[in-house]
């Protein structure tokens, strides 16, 4: 199965937009026969997006570290719930389980999680996609600043180019689907 592995807040944000776009996502995802892995909490965007997977008919994966269990309300009712150490496992197992990754609005775990996973990709630990859902503008300026960094020479053009954006959830998970001879 295509696994998704989605980056987002644990909290709701100022903007309901923020959580319908969490929800359609969810709905997209599932709707596609896909899977969905994420940091298992049952609050904020994270739980709004989990929600949606799972009423879609969607297996719905959810990696939290032990100490998190309460202070995110880890969500019980998932396809799987697998409670880990520590915050580098937790990002380890979900990298491990997922063939492309999705961020959408939240906070600096949020950015953390990007950064790293992106890093990761730039180092060639993993050659799978990653997108940042912008769909109301949220991340246009941190995608500006990445412009920005390749002017400046810091990032090499080729790595800011392997960071899809797009504004539409139908068009980014297009160019996250396997390749043709891939099996869904």
Not at 26 to 51: K, P, Q, S
Not at 90 to 114: N, S, W
Not at 131 to 137: I, K, N, P, R, Y
Request: proline share 4%; charged share 20%; glycine share 10%.
């Amino acid at each position: 199965m295509h696994r998704i592995c989605v980056y987002l807040g644990s909290r709701e944000g100022a903007s309901p937009q923020h959580r319908q776009q969490a929800e359609a996502l969810g709905t997209a995802i599932a709707e596609r026969g896909w899977g969905l892995v994420y940091g298992g909490a049952r609050a904020g965007l994270m739980g709004a997006l989990a929600d949606a997977a799972l009423a879609a008919g969607g297996e719905v994966v959810g990696v939290i570290p032990q100490v998190l269990v309460r202070n995110e309300k880890a969500h019980t009712g998932l396809t799987r719930l697998i409670e880990v150490a520590d915050m580098h496992e937790r990002k380890a197992q979900m990298a491990a389980l997922a063939d492309g990754f999705v961020t959408l609005p939240g906070g600096i775990g949020t950015l953390e999680e990007l950064f790293e996973t992106w890093t990761w990709q730039y180092l060639r630990f993993h050659a799978k996609p990653i997108a940042v859902l912008d769909s109301d503008g949220f991340y246009a300026p941190l995608l500006e600043f990445l412009d920005r960094t390749v002017e400046a020479g810091f990032l090499d053009a080729d790595t800011r180019a392997r960071l899809i954006s797009e504004r539409e959830i139908t068009p980014l998970l297009d160019r996250l689907a396997p390749s043709s001879g891939e099996q869904a």
